[in-house]
Nanobody, 126 residues
Framework: QGQLVESGGGLVQAGGSLRLSCAASGRTISSYKMGWFRQAPGKEREFVAAISRSGGSARYADSVKDRFTISRDNAKNTMYLQMNGLKPEDTAVYYC???????????????????WGQGTQVTVSS
């Protein structure tokens, strides 16, 4: 069974940066559209960013636009989320996910994603 493994989370001060990685094993991520979601304590999971199979297109939540950048390296079978200008409200567990649907449309609904990682904690102190 393939899996997705997130890394790169941690504790950072407001205004700082982190780079999350999502490494796939047993799956070739070039076959999937990929996305990042997050869930803060007591809140529902929310969409953060997603990227097309080639990496040529991306979508972002309004709350992270211009601060976060999603990218992928299909040769390394890895996806990334560069997070700059972090705010305390960005504190959450961040999950990567893979969408196997044939459409080129980049979905923001978590229910459209088939495979999920275990998550990595990001904590931003004020």
């Amino acid at each position: 069974q393939g899996q997705l493994v997130e890394s790169g989370g941690g504790l950072v001060q407001a205004g700082g940066s982190l780079r999350l990685s999502c490494a796939a094993s047993g799956r070739t991520i070039s076959s999937y559209k990929m996305g990042w979601f997050r869930q803060a304590p007591g809140k529902e999971r929310e969409f953060v960013a997603a990227i097309s199979r080639s990496g040529g297109s991306a979508r972002y939540a309004d709350s992270v636009k211009d601060r976060f950048t999603i990218s992928r390296d299909n040769a390394k079978n890895t996806m990334y989320l560069q997070m700059n200008g972090l705010k305390p409200e960005d504190t959450a567990v961040y999950y990567c996910a893979a969408d196997s649907s044939g459409s080129s449309y980049i979905y923001t609904l978590g229910s459209t994603y088939d495979y999920w990682g275990q998550g990595t904690q990001v904590t931003v102190s004020s």
